[in-house]
């Protein structure tokens, strides 16, 4: 008997077991407990199975198991507009990285019907990363309710379930403050939307943390920060959405002399603008970035960014989840921190105004 002839009947745990002289258990022991078995029989299975062409059915394997192997990474959008952002590529590696290690596969879940909460029962995954969601979400409490094993990417710390976060406030106060260091005065923050019902004062998570570095940096300022104008513009994160943002930005007779990105997509899409309408980067205007997406070192001119490990963020949320997996009752919490990378794209500008003195 052969897996591999055309139209034949494909081999079973039963064919297996006849042809190797074991039960139909040991069979089963050799695929997914092999500890139970000596090393000579658990051999002598695979050799014959391998022959015979047999591959155990997963679905099957599942049921037996109660488990399946794999990893979910709840997404907060759709996975098209999910990749338009280079930050997920770069994410998606780190939690590769531990699939690779540790035996599982990786499986996307984007809303179904527009509604992540929906999605959740069709996912057939052991554990969920869970990005961009805060803990009083209801995706997050059918997750405690299914008892589904949960890690928290980029919401709030919370002593009762596992979360990996990036000190966000102190990456953007670190560049608000290079740029205002340089003596910009005039400033416009590009956003990115956190969602259709946001609202940037309130906003949480990553947005509101950087926005909160920005104000940590005109407070360090003391009664000097009277003097500067800060603009706040959103838009959703995708280099098209940068591009328009920053020519309603620069192509005005009122422009900032910098401009502060909250992600480098944006960012690129401003860098785009600026050479579009021939406005000198940073010569007429500083443009900065935040993530340090691999892409920066490559646009002209390099980009100013905070960089934040991405992919060590993927890599330590997939470790906390694989060991909820395992049944660790422990609750970890992590704090990956960020670096000002200074380049090309900001610069001291031409002319600083001034403000509130007559002149």
Not at 16 to 36: C, E, K, L
Request: negative net charge; proline residues 6%; hydrophobic residues 40%.
């Amino acid at each position: 008997m052969s897996g591999s002839t055309d139209g034949a009947k494909r081999p079973t745990s039963r064919d297996v077991a006849t042809a190797a002289g074991v039960s139909r258990t040991a069979v089963s022991f050799a695929f997914n407990d092999p500890g139970r078995l000596s090393a000579a029989t658990r051999d002598r299975i695979l050799e014959v199975a391998a022959r015979l062409g047999y591959r155990p059915d997963p679905v099957a394997r599942m049921l037996v198991q109660g488990r399946t192997n794999s990893l979910g990474i709840l997404l907060p959008q759709d996975i098209p507009q999910a990749m338009e952002n280079p930050y997920y590529a770069q994410f998606l590696v780190g939690v590769g990285q531990v699939c690779h290690q540790e035996g599982f596969t990786l499986l996307l879940v984007p809303p179904l019907r527009n509604s992540m909460l929906d999605a959740i029962p069709y996912a057939a995954v052991d554990g969920f990363v869970v990005t961009g969601l805060e803990r009083d979400r209801g995706e997050v409490a059918e997750l405690e309710r299914r008892g589904v094993p949960f890690v928290l990417v980029d919401s709030e710390s919370d002593e009762d379930v596992p979360t990996v976060e990036v000190d966000d406030q102190a990456g953007a106060a670190a560049m608000m403050t290079h740029l205002l260091e340089l003596g910009h005065r005039d400033i416009t923050v590009l956003a990115f939307e956190a969602g259709p019902d946001s609202v940037i004062d309130a906003a949480r998570g990553p947005l509101g943390r950087r926005m909160a570095g920005v104000d940590d940096a005109l407070d360090g300022l003391g009664p000097v920060a009277s003097d500067v104008r800060l603009r706040v513009v959103e838009a959703r994160a995708t280099r098209a959405e940068g591009y328009k943002a920053g020519l309603d930005i620069l192509d005005s007779d009122d422009r900032p002399t910098a401009v502060f990105a909250l992600s480098d997509i944006l960012a690129a899409g401003v860098l785009d603008a600026a050479y579009e309408l021939g406005i000198s980067v940073p010569g007429d205007v500083s443009v900065a970035g935040y993530d340090d997406q691999p892409e920066a070192v490559w646009l002209r001119p390099r980009l100013t960014t905070v960089r934040q490990p991405i992919e060590a963020k993927g890599r330590v949320a997939a470790d906390f989840l694989v060991s909820a997996i395992r049944g660790s009752s422990r609750h970890h919490h992590h704090t990956l921190h960020t670096a000002l990378i200074v380049r090309e794209s900001t610069a001291t500008p031409r002319k600083t105004p001034v403000r509130g003195t007559g002149a």
